[in-house]
């Protein structure tokens, strides 16, 4: 099966390459004439009074990789798992609030499989929001998990097929530990910190979480709940601390109701109907009218919902936002991860930009490399320096090198679920001298300094070559508290005692100085508009840009974002699928470490997705 993908994206990709011959010319012309002449305005129209079909594939970003159209088409070859723009969303909600061609909004989570807890306040909030203009929300998922339910408290009505459940845990944070295989192999792991809390090494080091760890992540964790809480509460109109006592009595509740876990979900007052999709469909078609064809209620899909609203704005007023997403690493790399030299590229590119009035450094990084943090916030302060306000808005996670790249930012802007701080920095050198003599293999030589070969992994570590790196970690941390006290007008002394690698979440940041203000992306944006002294404006995301032949090919193919809903399409994802693709995920964090001083700033347990 992937052979045959790779021949047929050979096929386009060939048809691409014969641009300097006849026939690739004529190829490309036909393409060009039929895209041209099969619809001269491509933008999907939006029916009057029809139903926003809110509609998310995959994982929420902050920004989504662009996809191959030839792999959206033929998705049984596609390996890439789907994701979804928080900004899209956001963006959709707000335009269809003040849309009176848009009537209500349906939420289908279904396809949807992880967020952060910022995000999904996030799309809450702009639901919320949506609803002030007295339009109404239904949620018509088959059933929900817990952070797709926080969404779904918000609407108006809560549809949930019979055979559903709701079931909510609470968040937790349990990390894969290695010790003892790391022993097994007898590898010796090198290990060198500051702070107390700084529990990144320990996975490599002991087989369990250290008692100051659960500390700060129960603290946190708690928070987190709290938050969510209160948010499915104050929507569903429940008694304060409802979802906490029913998780405690879930056993007995669900006997009283002989298993049955819908009927659980409507007895505690989170699901308000239990019906087969025919019966919600009919619903909202006797609500908002049908489709010409009579198969569904009149409806659009939010992202074509966007491309069929996108209006240019004609200000030269650009707010530029630099995204960094994902580990900070050196070199080049794409949107998933925050690479040096490319972020700092666009830095520099909003800098040099005569329309620039200021920089939104939109940040959702656990951190990575110490290096490549400065080498970002270095490229940040010289677009202060020429006169630019750059202002910083947490995401999901801003912590540890995430922190790092905004601490001199003019402004910190969190929102209440943020998960910041872990002001730290680790080492970690193995050597597998032990684990190569295992199988006969040795390695032996001549240099002219104790140095040399002082840090080749297939010999021991000297004591000397320890001392050099634990006193560049030291050093490292005194330069981050340095940074952040700079930056917060704060003493050096008065950081440290919030520091050592412990981390909070936006309220508690908030409170010791960590965050100037609590607010979501759009309030940044506006703090950036303020500063610059501009109130018309162009929102402007540096990023990748699509091949342009994909983007002629996405025209052409991806016609059905604006087909009727009638059923679930196949990109759900199993939960063993699921576990299969974060151990995946965390397997290639390893790879990424790339700090050629090996000086880290990252934190392992900021992660929390539901």
């Not at 996108?310 to 630099?322: F, G, K, L, M």
């Not at 944006?525 to 983007?551: C, H, I, M, W």
């Amino acid at each position: 099966m992937k052979g045959v993908w790779v021949i047929i994206k050979s096929i386009f990709k060939f048809i691409q390459g014969l641009g300097t011959t006849a026939l690739g010319l004529l190829v490309i012309l036909l393409l060009v004439g039929v895209y041209l002449g099969s619809n001269r305005d491509t933008r999907p129209s939006v029916p009057t009074g029809a139903v926003m079909v809110l509609w998310p594939n995959g994982m929420i970003v902050e920004q989504a990789e662009y996809p191959d159209p030839l792999e959206e088409v033929f998705t049984d070859f596609n390996s890439v798992p789907p994701q979804t723009s928080i900004h899209d969303i956001l963006r959709s909600l707000e335009r269809a609030k003040r849309d009176d061609r848009i009537k209500a909004v349906a939420v289908l989570t279904d396809n949807m499989f992880g967020a952060a807890p910022s995000h999904l306040h996030a799309i809450a909030d702009g639901i919320r929001d949506f609803k002030e203009s007295g339009k109404k929300v239904y949620a018509i998922s088959s059933a929900y998990s817990q952070g797709t339910y926080m969404i779904a408290a918000e609407a108006d009505k809560v549809y949930m097929n019979p055979l559903g459940s709701v079931l909510l845990t609470g968040f937790g944070s349990y990390p894969t530990y290695f010790k003892d295989m790391l022993d097994k192999i007898e590898a010796n792991v090198n290990v060198f910190r500051v702070g107390t809390y700084k529990a990144a090494v320990e996975p490599f080091i002991r087989n369990d979480m250290s008692p100051a760890a659960k500390e700060a992540n129960m603290a946190f964790l708690n928070s987190l709940w709290d938050q969510y809480e209160g948010s499915v509460v104050e929507a569903r109109a429940l008694q304060p601390g409802a979802l906490t006592a029913a998780m405690q009595t879930v056993n007995a509740d669900l006997r009283a109701v002989n298993g049955d876990f819908a009927q659980l979900a409507v007895s505690n007052g989170l699901v308000d109907e239990l019906a087969p999709r025919a019966t919600w469909r009919q619903a909202l078609m006797d609500e908002y009218g049908a489709t010409p064809d009579g198969t569904s209620f009149k409806q659009i899909h939010f992202q074509a919902y966007l491309a069929a609203t996108d209006r240019p704005n004609r200000s030269r007023n650009e707010i530029a936002v630099i995204t960094a997403q994902g580990e900070i690493v050196m070199g080049e790399g794409p949107i998933t991860v925050t690479a040096a030299e490319t972020t700092a590229g666009y830095i520099r590119d909003a800098r040099n930009n005569p329309n620039t009035s200021a920089i939104v450094l939109r940040v959702d990084s656990p951190g990575g490399s110490a290096f490549a943090s400065e080498i970002i916030r270095q490229e940040l302060v010289a677009a202060q320096e020429s006169g630019l306000k750059v202002i910083a808005s947490f995401g999901p996670v801003a912590a540890s090198g995430g922190y790092w790249i905004s601490a001199t930012a003019d402004e910190i802007w969190a929102a209440p679920s943020t998960i910041t701080g872990s002001i730290g920095i680790f080492g970690i050198v193995p050597t597998f001298e032990r684990t190569l003599e295992k199988v006969g293999i040795h390695t032996d030589g001549v240099g002219t300094s104790p140095l040399a070969g002082a840090f080749n992994i297939t010999r021991p570590m000297s004591d000397s070559a320890k001392d050099i790196i634990q006193q560049s970690i030291e050093a490292g941390y005194g330069q981050f508290l340095s940074l952040v006290a700079e930056g917060r007008n704060m003493s050096v002394e008065d950081v440290d005692k919030i520091a050592q690698g412990r981390v909070w979440v936006g309220t508690k940041a908030h409170e010791l100085g960590l965050v100037d203000h609590l607010g979501d992306f759009g309030d940044a944006v506006k703090a950036a508009a303020t500063s610059a002294g501009v109130e018309d404006f162009n929102l402007v995301f540096y990023r990748d840009q699509p091949d342009k032949f994909d983007q002629m090919l996405a025209s052409l193919m991806n016609s059905s974002l604006g087909d009727n809903f009638k059923g679930l399409s196949g990109n759900q994802m199993s939960p063993l699928m699921k576990t299969a693709l974060e151990l995946k995920t965390e397997a290639e964090k390893l790879f990424r470490f790339n700090d050629p001083d090996a000086r880290y700033a990252v934190c392992f347990v900021c992660k929390v997705r539901d």
